[in-house]
């Protein structure tokens, strides 16, 4: 019998705050290339080490609306058409994104195999990953629920961990005893001498209709409101947008709460594939490659007498002379410092400076567009500077401003510049004034990025000044209040 499809569907929810401040918010951990030297963000390397896998399908993607242009332009950038990218209104946990998943796979009659991945994961031997997961395709295939649990390398107390009802197989899934939560040390320590604990990984492996049936048995609130946000879906470009009401009105709860921990059909299996969370800065360098004092150095770093010290710059020179055991990390507009060992209460930070509204909290100087990026660069009383980025062929909306006026001067590239119905082509070295109520646009019509300098002033400068008549990615004023 010819084995059903393998659907890929990445979860890419998440902010990861206790890697602030590279993961915010508006840019979260998974988006970024941090593993290894690698270029490719944890989201591309998550779809890129299944390549090799058998009647591999294109991924399906669930992520929130904020993000929808990342995802889309990080499966572009490796070469990858989803089967589609499905919008979170909101967070609801694991167990209704695998609902939409399984129902969105099935609404055309077909049954094929989900591997339910994280975004955010690092999986440093992926050919022992792909050969884990071959091993599981029959029994899912079957109707089995398969968890790749981690052969854990540690009594850790900050994981889930899997009990097997029997001893553990390298290449048979064996039936789920139970699910524990976190464990205080001395339990873990005694989890790790019975050979049938596993990690957590929430990672999973079944068809479609099995889980569809687990859900509609043990959670069927899950299913009935992940379907009615489903039959109210709409197309927004490459996007399907969830109804939000439906969405919102349903549960929150995790795939493991609402389905593993009570099914009879789930299995586990082993997973020994060199695995990490990265829920941490001290995770981080634990998982990378460290030079001969121990050090993990990232970006224009310079090294004298450090060790066992994570030093990463995005911008400036960052220099660690002298210093043992430290994570810091620059970016355009924060410096952490913290010692290794208590990195991860970086979360705590972040909670403070949320309630003390401190932008930095949620978001980078560089904000990421459909059209391309910008950057904050200085900015007064009634004036602001900031550089623009457009993506060849790209459009901003045709918009005006009650508050403020613009000077545009282009660095690179050439741009069609829009103003009350006129067009003027602006090139390099070259300047262009937005007076105050014009109805504007800017269009990149050339092989190459358009750079310019953009200076605002008025007696007004907030971003919810923006008037949109027409904009060709469906985006709203309200769901874009930051968006040029």
């Known amino acids: 019998m010819a084995r059903p499809p393998l659907v890929p569907v990445i979860l890419c929810g998440g902010t990861g705050t206790r890697l602030w401040p590279l993961s915010r918010a508006s840019y979260p951990k998974q988006y970024w290339p941090l593993a290894g030297n690698a270029q490719e963000t944890l989201l591309q390397q998550t779809y890129q080490r299944l390549q090799g896998l058998p009647e591999l399908a294109p991924p399906l993607l669930i992520c929130n609306e904020d993000h929808r242009f990342i995802v889309a332009e990080q499966m572009r950038q490796i070469g990858v058409e989803p089967a589609a990218i499905l919008l979170e209104p909101v967070g609801r946990n694991t167990a209704p994104a695998v609902a939409v998943a399984a129902l969105h796979a099935t609404a055309r009659g077909a049954d094929p195999l989900l591997l339910i991945l994280a975004a955010d994961h690092v999986i440093r031997r992926a050919a022992d990953f792909r050969a884990t997961v071959s091993a599981g395709l029959e029994a899912a295939a079957a109707g089995q629920l398969v968890s790749f649990g981690i052969v854990p390398t540690s009594p850790e107390t900050g994981y889930g961990y899997i009990e097997a009802a029997e001893p553990l197989a390298a290449t048979t899934p064996v039936p789920i005893a139970r699910f524990v939560e976190k464990p205080d040390r001395a339990t873990a320590e005694a989890f790790l001498t019975t050979g049938r604990f ?22 069927p609130e899950v299913v009935s409101a992940c ?3 489903l039959e109210h879906e709409s197309a927004d470009l490459e996007f399907l947008r969830l109804e939000r009401e439906a969405f919102a009105n349903g549960p929150s709860i995790a795939i493991d709460v609402a389905v593993m921990e009570k099914t009879n059909r789930g299995v586990v299996l082993p997973l020994d594939a060199d695995w990490s969370d990265v829920g941490s800065w001290g995770a ?26 994570y030093l990463r ?23 952490l410092v913290a010692h290794r060992d208590r990195a991860q209460e970086v979360k705590g930070i972040v909670g403070r400076l949320e309630r003390d509204g401190a932008p930095e909290s949620r978001a980078h100087r560089r904000i990421y567009r459909p059209w391309g990026h910008y950057d904050g660069v200085v900015e007064g009383e009634r004036w602001q500077v900031k550089k623009i980025c457009v ?37 390099e070295n070259q300047s262009t004034y937005i007076p105050l109520g014009a109805r504007h646009r800017l269009t990149n019509p050339g092989k190459i990025p358009v750079e310019l300098i953009e200076v605002q002033s008025g007696p007004y400068l907030g971003e919810d000044d923006i008037v949109r008549f027409d904009d060709r990615y469906g985006r709203s004023d309200a769901q874009a209040l930051t968006t040029p």
């Open 391 to 427: 993506k060849p062929g790209a459009s901003l909306s045709l918009q005006m401003h009650h508050h403020r006026a613009e000077h545009w001067v282009v660095v690179r590239g050439t741009a069609v510049v829009e103003k009350d119905g006129v067009e003027e082509l602006v090139g």
């Open 284 to 309: 981080l360098w634990e998982t990378s490659e460290r030079d001969a004092q121990g050090n993990v150095l990232r970006g224009r770093v310079i090294s004298e007498d450090s060790r066992n010290c």
């Open 198 to 219: 596993t990690w957590n990984s929430g990672m999973f492996l079944f068809r479609a209709s099995a889980i569809l049936a687990e859900l509609e048995r043990l959670a």
């Open 313 to 335: 710059s995005e911008h400036r020179l960052v220099v660690g002379l002298g210093v043992e055991d430290l994570v810091v990390v620059e970016t355009d507009d924060v410096v």
């Open 227 to 229: 379907r009615r946000a």
